[in-house]
Structures are given as C-alpha cells and as structure tokens.
C-alpha cells in the first residue's frame, strides 16, 4: 500500500503562483512514476504531470506546459508540483497519484494509488 497526502491548495488570483506537495508513505518505494491530476466540476478527470520516482524524467500536459513544473524531494517520497501563472480554468481539484508500473502516464486508470485531493480556485 502507498498513502498519499496533498496539501497547498487554496483560492488565489489570476496570474498567481501556487505549490502542490504530495508526501508518499507505506511503500513508496514500489512507486515508478508520480502524477498530478485534477477534475474540475462535470468535467472527466485529467492528467496534469508526472515525474518518474528514480530518474528526472517528466511528463506534462499541453495546457500547463511552461506554467506547471512537476519535481520531487531528495529523498524521493515527496512531489511538488509549481503553478505559476494561473488561470480561471485550472480551478479544479488536484489530485496526486502513484502508479507502480511502466506505461501511459497520461491515462488515470493506470495509477494505482490516489491521494484525497485539494482544491485549487483561481478567481479572475
């Protein structure tokens, strides 16, 4: 089992900058790769970022690419992910999760493990 917790998300202005943590505990270990999704309201859940555990190798989405930089902690079980610039329509829940095995790091049925979610509100 790996248990994720979110934090850092809260209301801010158009243009802000944000940070989102995610700390990884249990086994975190067995983690390949570590994403970032969100799902705003009656919208489909979609990929934001991703990092792999043991290389710095990182995956973003198109529409936070140069805005959103994804990282992770020395010791490996902890993700940021920096958004700068923000926007209304990154107002969403963001949600961190960890995926055990190679493959489609944009695709969220392959992640094996989720956090509880923060919410993020860009007002313009």
């Known amino acids: 089992q790996v248990q994720l917790v979110e934090s850092g998300g809260g209301a801010v202005q158009a243009g802000d900058s944000r940070r989102l943590s995610c700390a990884a505990s249990?086994?975190?270990?067995?983690?390949?790769?570590m994403g970032w999704f969100r799902q705003a309201p009656g919208k489909e859940r979609e990929f934001v970022a991703a990092?792999?555990?043991?290389?710095?190798?990182?995956y973003y989405a198109d529409y936070v690419k140069g805005r959103f930089t994804i990282s992770r902690g020395s010791a490996k079980n902890t993700v940021y992910l920096q958004m700068n610039s923000l926007k209304p329509e990154d107002t969403a829940v963001y949600y961190c999760?960890?995926?055990?095995?190679?493959?489609?790091?944009?695709?969220?049925?392959?992640?094996?493990?989720w956090g509880q979610g923060t919410q993020v509100t860009v007002s313009s």
């Open positions: 990092i792999r555990r043991n290389q710095f190798i990182t």
């Open positions: 249990g086994r975190a270990f067995e983690t390949y790769v």
């Open positions: 999760a960890s995926r055990l095995n190679p493959g489609d790091v944009r695709g969220a049925t392959g992640y094996d493990y």
